[in-house]
């Protein structure tokens, strides 16, 4: 996979196997940058059903897709940076990243989507 040039914001960083990178906002204004600025058409946006928690991106690079266990794992992360996080199995909203987009005047870190999936998932992050 590619090197990203490090975005403006403060985010966590993760590598998945096979060299995918997730990225998770860690404040409101972050998960806006991430969401609306750095999330590009092909990636995959993901945040916790009905709780507060950090939006995450798993980055995808032009004519790539990733497999099944990736995107599963990308979801847990997104469940770990949630209020979720202590519970079982977290339902977490996933969707391309051109399929994300801000409300006027809406508060930092709303978002709405379509084209949604939801995935079950436990919490975690990679070791």
């Known amino acids: ?74 979801a847990a992360i997104a469940a770990w940076h949630s209020k979720g996080r202590s519970g079982g199995q977290v339902a977490v909203s996933c969707t391309r990243g051109r399929y994300v987009s801000k409300p006027r005047r809406a508060d930092r870190g709303t978002v709405t989507i379509r084209k949604e999936t939801v995935i079950k998932v436990r919490p975690a992050i990679p070791e």
Do not use: Q
């Not at 590598?15 to 860690?26: F, M, N, R, S």
């Not at 507060?52 to 004519?63: A, F, T």
């Open 1 to 74: 996979m590619a090197e990203y040039e490090r975005p403006r914001a403060d985010l966590f960083e993760y590598e998945l196997p096979g060299g995918w990178v997730v990225w998770a906002g860690k404040t409101d204004r972050d998960n806006d940058i991430l969401s609306i600025k750095l999330v590009g058409p092909n990636d995959y946006w993901f945040h916790v059903r009905g709780m507060p928690g950090s939006h995450v991106v798993l980055r995808v690079e032009k004519g790539m897709d990733p497999d099944r266990d990736t995107i599963k794992a990308a």
